[in-house]
């Protein structure tokens, strides 16, 4: 009955999808995470109002995608995840090693040591949930 009431009556999991479900949920919430940190290093960090809007609308854009690609499954949204995942490596790394043309790219600024912590945990984040999200397929065939 309480099924029904939320509109779970016809809903029917099979053996691995509980499995493939936990992995999408954790690549959700990482996706969550990583846009959370993105927005709390750009107040941490200020450098200016403009640039803490960018950032909230790219957290915005990067939690639309996460929410289309675990509950409507739209693939393209996660790929795109995936390849602002290597892009932001790219950027950290190449941050980590001096100023690069990718740095320069993505930072304003040479970052800061916070700056840089805080990006790196974004990054982490977002490479950690595309892990999940490319592992769910293949968990649930193990």
């Given at each position: 009955m309480i099924g029904i009431a939320f509109g779970l009556a016809n809903f029917d999991l099979s053996e691995q999808e509980p499995l493939v479900n936990s992995r999408i949920a954790a690549f959700e919430k990482l996706v969550y995470a990583s846009c959370a940190f993105g927005v709390i290093s750009s107040l941490v960090v200020f450098k200016g109002s403009s640039e803490v809007a960018y950032t909230i609308v790219g957290?915005?854009?990067?939690?639309?995608?996460?929410?289309?690609?675990?509950?409507?499954?739209?693939?393209?949204?996660?790929?795109?995840?995936?390849?602002?995942?290597?892009?932001?490596?790219?950027?950290?790394?190449?941050?980590?090693?001096?100023?690069?043309?990718?740095?320069?790219?993505?930072?304003?600024?040479?970052?800061?040591?916070?700056?840089?912590?805080?990006e790196g945990i974004e990054t982490v984040c977002l490479v950690a949930a595309s892990y999940f999200y490319l592992t769910a397929r293949t968990g649930a065939e193990a």
């Open positions: 957290a915005v854009i990067g939690v639309a995608l996460a929410w289309l690609a675990a509950r409507k499954g739209a693939g393209w949204a996660a790929w795109l995840l995936i390849l602002m995942a290597v892009v932001s490596t790219v950027g950290i790394v190449g941050a980590l090693l001096g100023v690069t043309a990718i740095t320069q790219a993505l930072f304003t600024q040479k970052p800061d040591g916070l700056e840089l912590a805080i």
